[in-house]
Every structure is written in structure tokens, then in C-alpha cells.
């Protein structure tokens, strides 16, 4: 079967059309929060009748029970000062850039006047990147392990060779071969080891049970045997890639990106850009509908402030 030629993303002109202001983005989020009509948030009520009392908000009132609620309550955008058009064309420069925008970017694209404002913004959807109703990857799936420098504030640390930690990061992919050939979904994750337990552990959060899994010689592996057909390839003095040719095309194209978008990626966040690279690559073929589906999953999740993206001193 041939693959599906990838479809473009949405144009500026089209996005233009599409939202000219604030009132056609709450129409939008509304359909999407209530698709078969308003639906009270409080459990006790439930109540489906309410008047819109701010239409420039999108704010309603319960019929039955005089509850308030907006379309940006309890979302990712819950709490936020920015328009939402605002925020629509965040999510679309997001998502029709193939290779992903810094936050120095969207700063001035959006012309906005904070670092830490667009910082928060794209933070936020980043986060909204990572549906948690996603199906695990199924079939044939490779998975193998890879490092990247961990660069500090200043400069790029210099790495250790082999499976040594020092002066970097550790990561687990996964990748689904379609019909034995091509590269499909992936996930990748920052682990703090190449024990049985992580590597285990990623298998039965990432794939499905009976799925058929192919990685290195590794022994941390032979614990998944049993939920798994595991079929183990000894690399010996070949290259990983060889053996394992699609989870490490998946390695050298994050790595790339990385290096590309944001000059190597720092430890506090990795996982955040690893979701997005995940983002992009599995969407690869559909851009079109990344701007749907990344406002569909950021009105599912819930609020985020600042706080719960910066790491605490210890």
C-alpha cells in the first residue's frame, strides 16, 4: 500500500477567513466543548438550557441552576488575559511551522510585549501536544534507546561514549513499522536508566499487549516476553542503525530538529520538546488537522499556571 501523500497546513489567508474575530473563536470553542448542545458543568445539575450573557467572552448562565461558565473554564486556557484570537493564532503558527517556533519567535509574531507571556503560551500548548486518550502503538514496533548531549545554560556538555550517562540524556523510543515498511507513530521519553523496570515499564505504558517488539540484545528486555512476541536483534559490531533502521531514522531526525529549532535541547523541559517532536512527526501526514486537533486536546486538559512548569529549587 502506497503511503498517503502529506496534505498541506492551513494557510494564513484561510486562518484569516476562518477566524476574523474574537466572536467566530468562541463560536468555534463552544461547538467543540458542547457538540450536542450546552451541558451545565456542575454535576448536580446538569441542566442543558442557558443564555449567553457575554457574547464577546462566550460566558453562559444555567437556566436551571444560574451556574456561570465559559468556554475557556477548566481548559488550558482557563484564566488567561489574552483573546482568544490571540491564542488561535498561536495554535496555528504552531502548527503550520513543519519544524516547530521558539518562544522568541511567537513573541514577535503575535507582538506580544513579554518573552514570558509567549514562553507560557507555547509551554501550555506543548502540553496540549500529548492527547491522554491516545492509543498505545500496535504491530510491529522497534524500540531502541539513544543520548543527547545535555546542554547547560552556557555551553554543550561533551558526552560519554557508549550507554554512559555522563553529560547526557537518556531516551526510549518506540516506532510502529507499517506494513513492514514504512515508519508510523512514535513515542519517545526521557528514562533515568537502562534497567528492566524503565525500559519494561515504557513497553507496557507505550504498546499494545501482543504487539510484536523488536529491539537490540539489551538483556532489560527479556521481561516483556511475556505480554509480547519480543524479537531481540543482537547489534554486535554493526550499527545500531542497521539493525534497527526506523526508531534510529526517528533518533537522527529529533536530534536534527533539535539542534535546528532550538541550538540542542536543555534537561528541565526535554520531555516537553521530545511531545512536541512526537507531535509533529506523528501529524507529519495530516498538518491540516493539527490546528483542530491541538485546540481539541488543550479544552480537555486543565488549567496550568506558570508554577507547574518551572521546576522548584531544591
Request: net charge positive.
Amino acid at each position: 500500500m502506497a503511503q498517503r501523500r502529506p496534505d498541506r497546513p492551513m494557510s494564513r489567508a484561510e486562518f484569516e477567513d476562518l477566524f476574523p474575530d474574537e466572536r467566530a473563536c468562541v463560536e468555534y470553542l463552544a461547538e467543540k466543548r458542547w457538540p450536542q448542545g450546552f451541558v451545565c458543568p456542575d454535576p448536580k445539575c446538569q441542566g442543558r438550557k442557558a443564555w449567553e450573557i457575554r457574547e464577546e467572552n462566550g460566558l453562559w448562565e444555567c437556566a436551571r441552576c444560574g451556574r456561570q461558565t465559559s468556554v475557556k473554564a477548566g481548559t488550558v486556557l482557563h484564566r488567561s488575559k489574552l483573546p482568544l484570537r490571540t491564542w488561535f493564532l498561536a495554535v496555528h503558527i504552531v502548527t503550520s511551522h513543519s519544524n516547530g517556533i521558539s518562544a522568541l519567535q511567537l513573541q514577535a509574531q503575535l507582538g506580544l510585549g513579554s518573552y514570558k507571556t509567549a514562553w507560557l503560551m507555547l509551554r501550555k500548548l506543548r502540553r496540549a501536544m500529548v492527547d491522554p486518550d491516545r492509543e498505545p502503538l500496535a504491530g510491529v514496533v522497534e524500540v531502541d534507546e539513544t543520548t543527547i548531549p545535555l546542554r547547560t545554560q552556557d555551553d554543550p556538555v561533551a558526552g560519554g561514549q557508549g550507554r554512559s550517562h555522563v553529560g547526557k540524556v537518556a531516551i526510549v523510543g518506540a516506532v510502529e513499522i507499517e506494513d513492514r515498511r514504512y515508519p508510523g507513530r512514535i513515542r519517545l521519553q526521557r528514562i533515568p536508566a537502562y534497567d528492566a523496570d524503565t525500559l519494561g515499564g515504557f513497553v507496557e505504558e507505550q504498546i499494545k499487549p501482543k504487539s510484536v517488539v523488536v529491539t537490540d540484545g539489551l538483556p532489560a528486555y527479556r521481561a516483556i516476553a511475556g505480554e509480547y512476541e519480543h524479537v531481540p536483534k543482537v547489534v554486535g559490531k554493526m550499527a545500531a542503525h542497521v539493525v534497527l533502521p526506523w526508531v534510529h531514522r526517528v533518533f537522527s531526525n529529533m536530534k536534527r530538529w533539535a539542534m535546528g529549532v532550538f541550538h540542542g535541547l536543555r534537561g528541565p523541559h526535554l520531555q516537553a520538546h521530545l511531545d512536541e517532536f512526537v507531535f509533529r512527526w506523528n501529524r507529519r501526514r495530516w498538518r491540516r488537522a493539527s490546528f483542530d486537533t491541538l485546540l481539541g486536546i488543550a479544552m480537555r486538559l486543565p488549567h496550568a499556571g506558570f508554577r507547574d512548569f518551572v521546576p522548584r529549587a531544591t
